[in-house]
């Protein structure tokens, strides 16, 4: 059973720079594409990101694009999101999922197979 715990968020103003952890355990995180998500307040979850399994293809939300890259470790059993010029509206809870490698980049929330309990990021002055 694949276990997800993110890390990284923090409160910081708008500009500034973050790079978010997902360490996976149980199984080797080589098996699984990935994904992230985020929760603003009061606003529906939002797909950021994809990677696949060996990180040859990302994909990335037009929110985000260009400012957040996508990456993986396998060795080390983990995945990031590097985070540049964060705005306000940047903020809310980042989650990373996991699916079969055989998955598709377009999969939402609900067909990933496994999700992590997300980590908090603020954008603020």
């Known amino acids: 059973q694949l276990q997800l715990v993110e890390s990284g968020g923090a409160s910081v103003p708008p500009g500034a720079s973050l790079r978010l952890s997902c360490v996976a355990s149980g199984s080797a995180l080589s098996q699984y594409n990935m994904g992230w998500f985020r929760q603003a307040p009061g606003k529906d979850r939002e797909w950021l990101s994809h990677?696949?399994?060996?990180?040859?293809?990302?994909h990335y939300s037009d929110s985000v694009k260009d400012r957040f890259t996508v990456s993986r470790d396998n060795a080390k059993n983990t995945m990031y999101l590097q985070m540049e010029d964060l705005k306000p509206e940047d903020t809310g809870v980042y989650f990373c999922t996991a699916a079969p490698r055989i998955s598709s980049w377009t999969l939402t929330w609900e067909e990933y197979n496994y999700w992590g309990q997300g980590t908090q990021v603020t954008v603020s002055s």
């Open positions: 990677i696949t399994w060996l990180g040859e293809s990302t």
